[in-house]
């Protein structure tokens, strides 16, 4: 079978779609020069994961609109799940397909100088702070073909900005709905913590229909400058017939600490790639990855924190239960740059085989330019340990409960992370669901 | 009263026999010691008897009140009452001790009946705090990090959690130092009633001090070779074993390299 690799979209379309919703020239001619590279740049290459066949490009629905909602109450019920709305000072976006929906952020942050804000408002009324950080030191426009096509079509995502000194104490709840099957979401997200700040940020993907047909390109940008502190959970569940890239990634500054907690339960094949930068001295970052693969999806999982500074700390978890004839790839890396001297980089990898025909591989990598400094990994691919089972049966547990309760454990290390009650709730009837 | 009846039971290991014709019988209110050198088979027993799935009987008995033992899944085994304080307990990552318990004692009640959350954590503190152990133990995970004398503890926890008919309790002394063994012995004596049978596997007779056995047999060979009262514990800690095997003629009393 021939890919069409041409795009679906000319110069002529993204010139129409930034000016009709009147975007600055910055961002209009990275969309042409970004458009350009996408007709020439590779599709990345994922280790041990052929994708040169996914459909990435050929889609419908780039623009699809939607209403705002007036209450939270019209929200259907699998979302409202998703948010606690009881509490009356949160702060929330709603993202129905490519329409800002709804959005609160508490007047105590407003005053404080906090930005949360769908993408587009960001560009028009913090213009400058979002041509800092958008596609520059992150992840970079001409990374491959999905990158500059994500540029190119970037229609969704929220903008996060917390100044100096200020500590955020309630997370920032993001939730991105797609409802139709066949949106296509190019969804940007952008996290600032400047100087001493601290800020947790929780994002949900939801697809409404049990199977879609469409494909979803997300990259998120995190930045915690100097001395300051982003947490960053995630819940992916895009149905299945969604093909997805997701690209997350990290720069941490001077003392500076990401941590991640990702649960990725995408029920379509998926490409996803978490990276953290340890630029400056001292910095940490930790990556907690869960991920379930089911029915016949392919996914791949590459997770990396790469030193550059002194004296940072990497740490890569990532527990995967793999069923059905599902294929899952982890790829982690840890990555230690000449002159990162008395750095630590480790990193486990768990995957957990449910059935004969799924294919699990986990590919720890450690990649070394410095004398000075420690690093460590572990990995297993598997079935469940029939003396756990043993042990737990003797006590009068049966077989499948006893499974289940291994299953939930080792998914345990990022459900326990999860900020908000809610969002923890789902994600464990997610993964109930899912290993079923 | 429970009534476990062992018949000429023969158990092979990766197709080497181990057992060779156990018979034993423990009733509700007797508790049996069952002691010998290492690798006479005095694990394989206590792991037959629970259904371990790399222990296979190949021929004999046993039955709880009369129900064939042989015939259930390991599950179906400890909700008909059966118990086994295991030698080497797991480790199970991201699973609460407590979630833990309240499971199991809900798999024993059946749908419908579970505890209610109120009275598990009563029942919890108050055993917990009877074995003297830090409250944290509850909500750690399963015996992850935990002591080897926090591990045999637990066991005993979940004894007196569960309150089984019979108990097996496997080298459940080996690693404790002498404050650890009272506290475990008062456990197993917490249960000592009418309703409640104990075999329990040493090598010492220490613990014996403590819990004292109604009957006290020796393992060689694979079989039970000789059998009497507490004062047979207390010459063979005088002893040692030299004397039974001359008086019947064994020179190798091992079946097996105990793993």
């Keep these: 079978m021939a890919i069409e690799t041409k795009l679906p979209f000319d110069q002529q379309y993204v010139r129409t779609f930034s000016e009709g919703r009147g975007e600055p020239s910055w961002l209009l001619d990275l969309r042409l020069q970004a458009l350009a590279k996408a007709e020439e740049l590779p599709l990345p290459k994922p280790d041990k994961t052929k994708i040169d066949k996914w459909n990435f490009t050929q889609f419908a629905n780039h623009v699809v609109q939607s209403a705002p909602l007036s209450s939270l109450e019209e929200l259907p019920e699998a979302v409202k799940a998703l948010i606690d709305l009881n509490e009356e000072a949160k702060n929330l976006y709603v993202q129905r397909d490519h329409t800002p929906a709804y959005l609160s952020l508490s007047e105590d942050l407003k005053q404080k100088g906090v930005i949360f804000t769908d993408i587009f408002t960001a560009v028009r009324e913090h213009g400058e702070l979002v041509q800092k950080y958008f596609m520059k030191d992150g992840v970079q426009v001409d990374e491959h073909r999905l990158t500059a096509l994500h540029a190119a079509l970037l229609n969704g995502g929220v903008f996060v900005y917390v100044p100096k000194n200020v500590e955020v104490q309630t997370p920032l709840q993001a939730v991105y709905i797609q409802e139709k099957e066949d949106t296509a979401l190019f969804n940007h997200i952008i996290v600032v913590a400047e100087d001493n700040s601290k800020v947790a940020y929780v994002e949900n993907y939801i697809s409404l229909a049990e199977e879609a047909n469409a494909v979803v390109n997300i990259v998120a940008e995190v930045f915690a400058n100097t001395n300051a502190r982003v947490f960053f959970a995630a819940v992916d569940h895009l149905a299945k017939g969604i ?168 998914l345990a290390p990022v459900v326990n992370e999860i900020p908000l009650e809610s969002v923890k709730k789902q994600l464990i009837e997610i993964i109930e669901r899912k290993v079923k | 009263m429970a009534v476990l009846t062992i018949r000429d039971l023969h158990v092979s290991v990766e197709g080497k026999e181990i057992l060779k014709g156990v018979n034993l019988e423990v009733k509700g209110g007797e508790i049996h010691a069952i002691m010998g050198p290492n690798g006479t088979g005095k694990s394989t027993l ?214």
């Excluded at chain 1, 982690?332 to 486990?348: T, V, Y």
């Excluded at chain 2, 979940?158 to 019979?166: C, G, S, T, V």
């Excluded at chain 2, 207390?234 to 039974?244: M, N, V």
């Design chain 2, 46 to 259: 206590s792991s037959a008897i629970m259904g371990h799935p790399k222990y296979e009987v190949t021929k004999g008995s046993i039955t709880l009140d009369g129900q064939d033992v042989l015939e259930m899944e390991v599950d179906e085994r400890a909700r008909a009452g059966l118990f086994l304080a295991m030698q080497y307990p797991s480790e199970i990552s991201g699973v609460t001790n407590a979630d833990f318990l309240r499971t199991a004692i809900n798999a024993r009640l059946g749908e419908g009946n579970e505890i209610s959350l109120m009275k598990f954590i009563r029942k919890l503190d108050e055993k917990m705090s009877f074995l003297e152990m830090n409250p944290d133990m509850a909500h750690r995970y399963l015996n992850e990090g935990f002591s080897g004398g926090e591990k045999k503890r637990n066991e005993i926890l979940q004894l007196l959690m569960l309150e089984p008919k019979i108990a097996i309790l496997d080298e459940i002394d080996s690693g404790l130092d002498i404050d650890a063994l009272k506290i475990v012995s008062k456990g197993v004596n917490e249960m000592r009633s009418s309703d409640f049978g104990c075999l329990i596997i040493t090598h010492y007779q220490r613990l014996l001090n403590y819990i004292t056995p109604d009957y006290v047999h020796v393992m060689m060979q694979g079989r039970i070779v000789k059998s009497g009262g507490p004062e047979l514990a207390q010459r063979l800690e005088a002893e040692g074993y030299d004397w039974i095997k001359k008086e019947l003629g064994i020179e190798d009393e091992t079946v097996e390299q105990e793993v």
């Design chain 1, 243 to 410: 093909t997805a890239y997701v690209n997350r990634r990290g720069i941490a500054g001077r003392d500076g600490r990401i941590e991640w907690a990702l649960g990725l339960m995408n029920d379509g094949d998926t490409v996803s790639e978490n990276i953290t930068r340890l630029i400056g001295d001292g910095s940490y970052g930790d990556t907690k990855t869960v991920v379930v693969g089911r029915g016949k999806q392919t996914q791949n999982f590459t997770t990396s924190v790469i030193h550059y500074g002194k004296h940072t700390e990497g740490y890569i978890l990532k527990h995967g239960v793999v069923k059905d004839s599902a294929t899952s790839i982890f790829n982690g890396i840890g990555k230690i740059e000449h002159g990162a001297s008395k750095s630590n980089a480790e990193q486990e990898s768990r995957v957990l085989m449910l059935n004969e025909k799924a294919r699990g591989d986990a590919n720890p990598i450690l990649l070394i330019d410095e004398d000075d400094v420690t690093a460590g990994h572990a990995a297993s691919v598997g079935r469940v340990d029939p003396t756990q089972l043993y042990y737990l049966m003797s006590r009068g547990i049966p077989k499948a409960e006893a499974e289940r309760l291994i299953i939930h454990g080792f």
